[in-house]
């Protein structure tokens, strides 16, 4: 086993060493910060692959036709890290998801966040999508 | 004729301790770290036709012709999964997802991947053996420090793995992966259930039989092997290059 | 998020940021970094614990002080100061576009491109201010030493032809039309011996002859030889070079040849030309921090060799969450898995397309 630095503790402050938080690829060059959405629907699919996740979301229109949307969230590492796994996340739980347009049009979503019904967040700390703040926090 | 009688014997029991010597001379040529564990450091690469098709293969325009890694010979896929296997076999041209992605190839096609070499790193008491793989620029940690794999499934296309020293054999045991990954170009697959036991054994300085068992409730009936040798590279000045096989295509548009 | 939260993060943030700052001698190696191009190991009274082959031990997880992707004459504060005004700016209020830089007396925009922040500036915690309708806190400029350390203007010298090719570049930044102008971090490629520490974090390993840099945020690694073996032939490219190391007391000399330069240096359009050659040094303070300094050498991109450099420290990189809770310790760093994040994969639906273009070029290799 390694013995590192044996007895050194970094003089960088209380809290973890952690340096602020940046998209790596442009929020800005993808998404439309001027296009907002909010959508419910029920979680689809689970992808949890770098650089960045995704989950599917089917929404349904007041006809009962649904549309398949995409939603980006940060690095899987970060909820896996947590303890969080894509098993505690039920496939057909309904959920709230807030987040920006892409600009090509389609169903693509930079996700703020999602709301599980019990009111769990699946982007509960995760940052690093380069989106504003969330525009559904005063709905 | 004592003396002759008592040559005799001598001649045969010096026969005799020389086999026996011969029978167990084998431990004695393997290079060893200083904590005595055997010395598996340093650049290996495999070359058989596993990563064309575990089975025997005969040669097609695609790949020459290899003889089956597989141990049992059989694959002894569960019925469904089964007919899973001969569809993934019809469509792998456009379906494998290390020739028509390069996703990273899961374990233990990393090994042997398009037969490119690895390197392995190790040190005497280490709390983990390193591997780097020019395939991808890929890496995997063998945790030799006895800590467990982490909770719950977690979706990784190389797994986790955790390993330990069964005498002179290194035995890697890993969990932990994603179901995005085949065994071979002929579309031998497995699910998220895949556990994989890798048996590293050194059987002399430049040689290592490599010993994996493969087992995946859902998809196989019971365990199976595959077994191959691992060659170590011994050209001067021989070390890793890279293969970024996804950005072929469109690294001519950069820089 | 609420706002309280928002801004209580913003606040941890600006704590961070200066406990950051008043690390003791952080100010000093900021500004001595401005007359380090020849500076030596001698500056340290660091005596490092030794390995068996008589390299200090530096293993470990390492990440930059100041973190950012943006463009490298004020890299944490987004790609907005690559955008001399009135360039097409990134939407005002998202991560991406920054604060604008406050200007200086000489009404020169410090941070942007064209004048470089010093090394000695000062980074200013980022405020939460009100702006726009009040609901959404507008982000406050941040400053952070260029990455370009000695020039006059501490940007880029490029040769009057590739500043005309790295405008063109970054000129489709925003509105990609050509496959090569989506920037190789955002494929996941691996960026190039130099670019890929500004990346998330890296895990160093040491082992007889060798040192392994293994970075976490995309599956790539790079190995120093420490031996006396002469380099690859120059015409056969790698992504990260072929590098060659030796230690000089607790400076990690580095000789990098044999690069492809695919990975460029920026989001920005900066780029070198597979000629470039870079001289790294790892210059090792103490046993938390190292102050990393490459020299570009490619004649047929630059005026004169210029350097690249950044601070690191001992610590995870926590950008997208996930850090290991609690103080980074010998213990902590000790324990610390760096975990697959297999980022080859290119998923990113709708990110890489170019708009008239397929998804994949047409293979014209068969």
Redesign the interface.
Same mark, same amino acid.
């Given at each position: 086993?390694?013995? @590192? @630095?044996? !007895?050194?503790?970094?003089? @960088? $402050? *209380? &809290?973890?060493?952690?340096?602020?938080?940046?998209?790596?690829?442009?929020?800005?060059? #993808?998404y439309?910060?001027?296009k907002p959405i909010t959508l419910h629907g029920k979680l689809t699919k689970l &992808?949890?692959?770098?650089?960045?996740g995704?989950i599917y979301v089917a929404v349904a229109d007041t006809s009962g036709k649904t549309e398949e949307w995409?939603v #980006?969230f !940060?690095?899987p590492?970060?909820?896996?890290?947590? =303890?969080l796994? #894509?098993?505690d996340f039920p496939l057909g739980v309904d959920l709230t998801v807030n987040g920006y347009r892409?600009k090509?049009g389609?169903n693509?979503i930079n996700g703020?966040?999602v709301k599980l019904p019990d009111g769990r967040n699946l982007f509960t !700390?995760? *940052? =690093?999508t $380069?989106?504003? =703040?969330?525009?559904g926090?005063?709905q | 004729m004592m003396f002759r009688r008592t040559v005799c014997v001598f001649l045969m029991g010096a026969g005799l301790l020389a086999s026996a010597v011969g029978q167990s001379a084998k431990p004695a040529d393997i290079p060893r770290l200083a904590d005595g564990k055997p010395n598996l450091n340093g650049i290996w690469q495999a070359i058989s036709g596993a990563d064309v098709n575990l089975q025997d293969h005969a040669a097609d325009k695609y790949a020459p012709g290899a003889q089956s890694v597989v141990t049992e010979h059989e694959i002894p896929y569960l019925p469904d999964a089964l007919k899973l296997y001969q569809a993934n076999f019809e469509k792998r041209d456009k379906e494998d997802p290390v020739t028509t992605r390069c996703n990273l190839p899961g374990v233990p096609r990393i090994t042997y991947a398009k037969n490119l070499p690895f390197q392995i790193f190790q040190l005497p008491k280490g709390d983990k053996i390193t591997v780097l793989y020019e395939y991808a620029q890929a890496h995997r940690f063998f945790y030799t420090n006895g800590t467990p794999h982490p909770t719950g499934h977690i979706n990784w296309y190389l797994g986790d793995s955790r390993a330990k020293w069964e005498g002179d054999i290194l035995v890697v045991d890993s969990i932990d992966f994603n179901n995005e990954t085949w065994f071979d170009h002929a579309g031998n697959f497995h699910g998220e259930d895949l556990h994989v036991v890798e048996r590293y054994k050194l059987i002399d300085a430049d040689h290592i039989d490599y010993n994996v068992e493969i087992e995946d409730p859902k998809v196989f009936a019971k365990p199976w092997h595959i077994d191959l040798i691992l060659y170590r590279r011994k050209e001067k000045n021989v070390q890793l290059l890279d293969y970024v096989c996804y950005a072929f295509g469109i690294d001519k548009y950069y820089p | 998020m609420d706002k309280k939260q928002l801004q209580l993060r913003k606040l941890l943030a600006g704590f961070m940021l200066g406990a950051v700052m008043y690390l003791p001698g952080m100010a000093q190696t900021s500004k001595s970094g401005a007359a380090s191009a020849k500076e030596d190991s001698a500056t340290t009274t660091w005596k490092p614990r030794l390995l068996p082959d008589g390299q200090p031990d530096v293993q470990g997880v390492w990440t930059t002080v100041y973190y950012g992707m943006g463009c490298l004459t004020n890299p944490t504060n987004g790609d907005v100061n690559c955008v001399p005004p009135p360039g097409p700016r990134p939407a005002p209020g998202t991560a991406n576009a920054g604060g604008p830089p406050a200007p200086d007396t000489k009404d020169n925009t410090l941070g942007q491109r064209g004048h470089g922040n010093p090394p000695s500036i000062v980074n200013v915690a980022a405020q939460a201010e009100k702006g726009g309708d009040g609901a959404r806190p507008r982000r406050a400029p941040r400053n952070a030493p260029s990455r370009i350390i000695d020039t006059d203007n501490y940007d880029i010298p490029y040769t009057p032809e590739a500043l005309v090719h790295q405008k063109d570049l970054f000129a489709h930044y925003y509105e990609p039309a050509r496959y090569g102008d989506i920037d190789p971090q955002q494929r996941c490629w691996p960026l190039g011996a130099v670019r890929q520490f500004t990346w998330h974090d890296v895990q160093v390993e040491q082992f007889p002859g060798y040192l392994l840099l293994i970075f976490e945020g995309a599956e790539q690694y790079r190995i120093i030889y420490l031996d006396n073996r002469p380099h690859i032939g120059n015409n056969l490219k790698l992504w990260m070079g072929d590098s060659r190391g030796h230690w000089e007391g607790t400076t990690l000399v580095v000789d990098t040849t044999s690069n492809n330069a695919k990975g460029r240096l920026s989001r920005a359009g900066d780029f070198s030309s597979d000629k470039v050659h870079y001289t790294e040094r790892f210059k090792f303070l103490d046993e938390n921090r190292v102050r990393y300094e490459a020299v570009f050498d490619d004649p047929s991109t630059y005026t004169r060799p210029w350097t690249f450099a950044f601070d690191e420290h001992r610590a995870f990189f926590g950008g997208d969450g996930g850090v290991p809770e609690g103080p980074v310790t010998a213990e902590t760093q000790a324990k610390y898995e760096n975990w697959e994040e297999a980022c080859q994969e290119g998923l990113i639906p709708g990110g890489n397309d170019i708009p008239g273009l397929p998804p994949v070029p047409p293979d014209d290799s068969k």
């Open positions: 086993m390694k013995k @590192l @630095l044996l !007895g050194s503790i970094l003089i @960088l $402050g *209380v &809290a973890s060493a952690a340096t602020p938080a940046f998209a790596h690829h442009s929020f800005a060059a #993808e439309d910060a001027s &992808a949890w692959v770098n650089p960045h995704w995409a #980006e !940060g690095s590492n970060a909820l896996l890290r947590r =303890g796994r #894509e098993t892409a090509n389609k693509i703020t966040s !700390g995760s *940052v =690093g $380069g989106a504003p =703040g969330d525009p926090a005063n | - | -």
